[in-house]
């Protein structure tokens, strides 16, 4: 009965082992997926076609298709992958916060800090974000929900702890995402340094919560 039980166990081993062909389709989406980054940095979104991209990451267009199924949907698993590793730097920030004010500051601050390497980058995502035809998808990505989430959490700690009243939680922590977000365009088209951004986004979070603070 053990004999068996062992063989079984590699025989489970065995099959979830990816297969050599499984593992070059993971090493060409690698590829295709850190030469689009590049270009999209380097040429923003519409001027990084699926030819160069393709060129830079030393293959045919034919086999970006394989993996993508165009240039909006090699886009936008760049930007899901930034977004949700983008929700773990501001939880990590959150943990360390003193009462909502602050802890929702430390959150900006490390969306900001985290894409003020790459604004070029974060300047294509707004290209597309607004975009008719591929915004609704980017805007609508679980890890883009996600960072609304985090806000919304936040907001109820506050409630919990006496800091606010309950009141339109779900509008209020919507309005400051959309501050949060509103001050990319002075990083990426104006050069504000971090301490800017913070400070214009230490003075929207103060007006944003003034209503919602128990006297």
């Known amino acids: 009965m053990m004999h068996a039980t062992k063989i079984q166990a590699a025989e489970d081993t065995s099959a979830k082992a990816p297969t050599r062909r499984a593992l070059a389709k993971q090493q060409t989406r690698a590829k295709v997926l850190a030469a689009a ?3 999209f940095s380097e040429q923003g979104y519409e001027g990084a076609t699926i030819r160069d991209i393709a060129s830079a990451a ?8 394989a993996n993508f199924t ?11 992958t930034d977004m949700a590793a983008l929700a773990d730097a501001m939880r990590e920030a959150a943990a360390r916060g003193a009462g909502v004010e602050d802890t929702l500051l430390r959150m900006f601050a490390a969306g900001y800090a985290f894409y003020r390497s790459q604004l070029p980058l974060a300047r294509a995502a707004f290209s597309v974000g607004w975009s008719p035809e591929d915004g609704p998808a980017l805007r609508n990505a679980a ?3 996600v960072l609304n989430s985090l806000i919304v959490e936040q907001l109820g700690q506050g409630v ?5 009243r309950p009141d339109d939680l779900a509008l209020r922590a919507q309005m400051l995402f959309d501050a949060y977000l509103s001050n990319y365009p002075q990083a990426i088209f104006e050069g504000w340094t971090l301490e800017a951004l913070q400070d214009r986004a230490r003075d929207q979070i103060r007006v944003l919560l003034a209503g919602a603070r128990r006297a």
Request: no cysteine; charged share 35%; aromatic share 6%.
């Open 37 to 39: 980054r590049r270009l």
């Open 58 to 65: 030393g293959m045919s267009t034919g086999a970006v298709f």
């Open 70 to 80: 165009d240039k909006s949907d090699l886009f936008r698993e760049i930007m899901v």
């Open 143 to 145: 890890p883009v929900q």
């Open 160 to 164: 919990e702890r006496g800091e606010l």
